[in-house]
């Protein structure tokens, strides 16, 4: 019974990202404590907890950099929309992109458009969860 309790408190006790079994696990709680900007190691290697989409918008902050930033994400998009995954929202910070481009905001314009294409691509990887468990839905 003693030892029950002391690895019990010790479960307890030991942090999530030593817990984390996958990589996207680990991430996730990495991000969720720290923020973007903070480095982690998992199984020996370091890894960021920058979305991909943010990295993307660390360029020179030009009208060419922005729109073709804004391109990727609307592209993106019409990939989420064509599998019934749009987020309503997207479209709003696809527009709110293309003003502030038009405004000359450029470095507003990549963050608006970088946050258009992660929702894009959460999306995305929601019609490809949705996809591979259906039978979840199906009422028992």
Same mark, same amino acid.
């Given at each position: 019974?003693? %030892?029950? /309790?002391?690895?019990?408190?010790?479960?307890? /006790?030991?942090?999530?990202?030593v817990?984390?079994?996958?990589?996207?696990?680990?991430?996730e709680?990495?991000?969720?404590? =720290?923020? &973007?900007?903070?480095?982690?190691? #998992?199984?020996? %290697? $370091?890894?960021?907890?920058?979305?991909? $989409?943010?990295?993307?918008?660390?360029? !020179?902050?030009?009208?060419? *950099?922005?729109?073709?930033?804004?391109?990727?994400? @609307?592209?993106? *998009? %019409? @990939?989420?929309?064509?599998?019934?995954? !749009? #987020?309503?929202?997207?479209?709003?910070?696809l527009? *709110?992109?293309?003003?502030?481009? &038009?405004?000359?905001? =450029?470095?507003?314009? /990549? *963050? /608006?458009?970088?946050?258009? %294409?992660?929702?894009?691509?959460?999306?995305?990887?929601?019609?490809?969860?949705?996809? &591979?468990? #259906?039978?979840?839905?199906?009422?028992?």
């Amino acid at each position: 019974m003693k %030892k029950t /309790l002391l690895l019990s408190a010790a479960i307890l /006790l030991t942090p999530t990202w030593v817990m984390a079994e996958t990589l996207q696990e680990a991430f996730e709680t990495h991000r969720a404590m =720290y923020g &973007k900007d903070h480095t982690f190691t #998992w199984q020996g %290697k $370091e890894y960021s907890t920058n979305h991909p $989409e943010e990295l993307e918008a660390r360029v !020179e902050p030009t009208q060419g *950099n922005a729109t073709a930033l804004l391109e990727l994400a @609307k592209a993106e *998009n %019409k @990939k989420a929309a064509s599998a019934g995954y !749009e #987020w309503k929202l997207t479209r709003g910070l696809l527009k *709110n992109a293309e003003a502030a481009i &038009k405004e000359g905001e =450029y470095q507003r314009a /990549l *963050n /608006l458009a970088a946050q258009a %294409k992660y929702h894009a691509r959460i999306g995305i990887e929601q019609h490809a969860y949705a996809e &591979k468990n #259906w039978q979840l839905s199906v009422p028992q």
